[in-house]
């Protein structure tokens, strides 16, 4: 049977409603009210007259039934019959986030099969995985219907083994099919002020509180908060880019309120917000208090333990002499409010009264006085900065497979360890890592191909035949993507032992994209501008077999080769890597011969010397009386291995006797 305990009434479809808050549980529920009731008497109806027995079913993303998927390869369905459809539909994913929010699931589509009949309600359980949690966030499921309306749901969250598959699953209940997707978002909590008042500390931050004085509004109204956190380390990657900010030293919490613009506040709102201290003045401070407190008392009557304690609790009640500024944002407008009064309160928190109403609150610390319009923009930066995310592209090319080559979009700040679980995967190509780049959540890197190499998905005229060549990326959520190469013209680069090529991404935002169909698509393909990054890409060239003429054989056979292969292998067995590295320099090899020999040799010492001295005994004139042998034994010498040159020059000797 379905579970009673799902609350259906947060599935609705988000409207804007004149003279009404912008009340997440409100706004998203007068849609779907009348059609839950209806719906929920229809099904009523048919449990009576069918007495169909519903139960879980775990369905393949592809759409069969198993019950031996890893728990990110299947979903739960609960339903009434079985006839459902579930796929995988990551294209979509940049279309599935907005503002701060972040995806944390694959993107599902659930649709009835041809010729099935189905009823409603549907129970889905999507699978999803948190890898960064907070106080601050919380998770829903966004919900797309097939006329393209979105809306979102408050799960019911698991997290344990079902249907012998173990992993979080988030519950839906839903009346109608179509794209589901679970995200992280800042939470959000709904409060009731009456006409007596309310003074309450939200539970995202408990240093944050509101008190609404009795007759605040003429009649009950509901009231919304949200809080996004502001850290000293995205306040200082910000202060970093404007020497102008360089005044501030600490920024509150962003507080978003939402009251029903149909009444107005009558009475003046108190909001106390954490805005921390200057951490060098209190350092500074203490040391002080701690030496004071030294001259006054002997160290045997009070110990040096209660003497910080005692210089603690005196830091928390002193006053700060640093300016306290607060804004304001009202449609999407921010104003300095210098009109208004903000005490400062102990351990850092400061508190004023508002007599108009806001849609988002913000309070700077600084040294001294700041402009407006300086402060206007460090609060429209710090807004944008928050959904913003510093990444590296890595580019690594397969270790068997150097036409393989995997693109990833990693966090900057998770690089390294990111790099070693590649390499724990098998991934022990070269690696091409770009410059640090800023993206927001479900922005698109599109790519691009130059030079003599390009992708297998691609047409000559370098348009993409795929979607699969645009990575889009996702804080939480791995952002790899596997690329063929091929080369253009198999005659280019004829001055170079390898193909070369450069691969070229464009970023792409939420902005630029629409729904066409089913699909996500650029909307304009002209405006892409300039590339993000460049990486470099090489393919080693195939070996092309000559047939040259008998005559010309037989005279090859006849006369013995200078330095032959067992000189060659027996050579490379004495080199180490370090030696093997001198010796490229000394025998004038280029750089990109030395990559093709790595990608050769799968980072074996011995192979990589013995092909570095076959290409170089290659590109040497084709003729006998070459001095090969007393070429090689001088750069030997050159790299402090004179032993090895004069045992090249005997064993070589030897053979010319024979």
Sequence with gaps: MLDSGFNSS????????????????????????????????????????????????????????????????????????????????????????????????????????????FHFPVTVAVPFCLRHRSSHREVAVKFVDEEKRESYITPVTTDGPRGGQKGCFAEVKVYSLGIFAVVSCLKRETYNVSKRGLSLKLPMDPRICLNYLPGSFTAPVMVQTMVQPVDAILLAAVKSRNDAYELVVSASPLLHLTHPKSQPLRRPLTVMLPCPLNPDKREETRRKQIQEHQIRAPNSLLPSDKVRLF????????????????????????????????????????????????????????????????????????????????????????????????????????????????????????????????????????????????????????????????????????????????????????????????AMLYRVTRAELEWRGDKAVLRDEKLLGKPVCKLPLSLPKKVRVIHRPVATRVKICEEAEPLSDALLLWLSGELSQEETALLVSSLRLSRSAAQLVKLRSRDIPSDQAFHILAMWRRALPAVTRHPKASQLAQSLAKIGRPDLAREVLLRETELSLK
């Design 10 to 117: 947060n599935c609705g479809k988000e409207k804007d409603i004149e003279g009404e808050p912008h009340i997440r549980g409100q706004k998203r529920d007068f849609h779907y009210q009348a059609c839950l009731l209806e719906a929920e008497e229809k099904d009523r109806e048919n449990k009576t007259e069918k007495g169909n027995e519903e139960k879980w079913v775990t369905v393949r993303f592809t759409g069969q039934m198993d019950d031996s998927n890893k728990p990110t390869d299947v979903c739960f369905i609960r339903a009434p019959a079985d006839g459902l459809r579930c796929e995988v539909d990551n294209a979509l994913s940049c279309l599935m986030v907005s503002g701060s929010e972040e995806l944390v699931s694959r993107v599902i589509r659930v649709k009835v099969q041809a010729g099935d009949t």
């Design 311 to 502: 210089g603690a609790g005196v830091m928390a009640n002193e006053k700060s002499n640093e300016l306290l500024i607060l804004l304001g944002s009202r449609d999407k407008q921010w104003t300095v409010l210098d009109k208004i009064v903000i005490r400062n309160q102990q351990n850092g928190l400061v508190s004023f009264d508002l007599i108009e109403k806001f849609d988002r609150l913000l309070v700077f610390r600084l040294l001294s006085p700041l402009l407006p319009c300086h402060l206007t923009a460090l609060a429209e930066e710090l807004e944008a900065s928050a959904c913003r995310h510093s990444v590296s592209v890595v580019l690594q090319c397969g270790r068997d497979n150097p036409h393989s080559v995997l693109l990833a979009a990693l966090p900057s700040r998770d690089l390294g360890w990111e790099l070693n679980r590649l390499r724990a995967q098998g991934c022990g190509g070269i690696v091409e890592t770009s410059s640090e780049i800023s993206l927001c959540e479900g922005d698109q890197l599109l790519l691009r191909f130059s030079g003599n190499i390009t992708s297998t998905a691609f047409t000559q005229s370098n348009t993409v035949a795929e979607p699969h060549d645009r990575l889009t990326f996702h804080c939480q959520r791995r952002n790899q993507l596997l690329v063929h190469l091929t080369e253009v013209d198999p005659f280019g680069n004829y001055s170079s032992p390898c193909y070369k090529g450069t």
